[in-house]
């Protein structure tokens, strides 16, 4: 007797004629929904971007801490840390102070930063 041969569970040659019907009909909807997909891919829409400036951030000479004051254009940490030691003796009233504080800015550091300070006391 010869042994039977093997058989997979699932062949598509023995597929009934509904069932290739139902595998059309989900060929047919993916080709579908791609192919709207893929013609929607190429338009686009227009969006309008405004800029906004926004205003500068001032720092607060008399209150800033030491990495605050450090940003400021021509201040470095050791002028920052003089900048702190003359404050809690006298508060900073203004540029020529602020340069007196901090041991010496140049005339073009102070002009550079005048739209960025704030003298509160």
């Not at 951030?57 to 030491?66: E, L, P, S, Y």
């Amino acid at each position: 007797m010869s042994e039977p041969a093997d058989i997979p569970a699932f062949a598509w040659y023995r597929l009934h004629a509904r069932e290739v019907a139902a595998l059309l009909v989900l060929l047919l909807v993916f080709a579908a929904v791609s192919s709207i997909a893929l013609l929607r891919r190429g338009l686009t829409h227009d969006i309008e971007v405004t800029a906004q400036t926004q205003k500068a951030a001032k720092v607060r000479i008399n209150r800033a801490g030491i990495a605050e004051l450090s940003a400021l254009p021509g201040i470095g940490v050791r002028k920052a840390e003089r900048i702190v030691e003359a404050r809690s003796k006298q508060p900073i009233e203004d540029l020529a102070a602020l340069s007196k504080a901090a041991g010496g800015v140049s005339a073009a550091n102070l002009e550079r930063m005048k739209p960025f300070v704030e003298f509160e006391p």
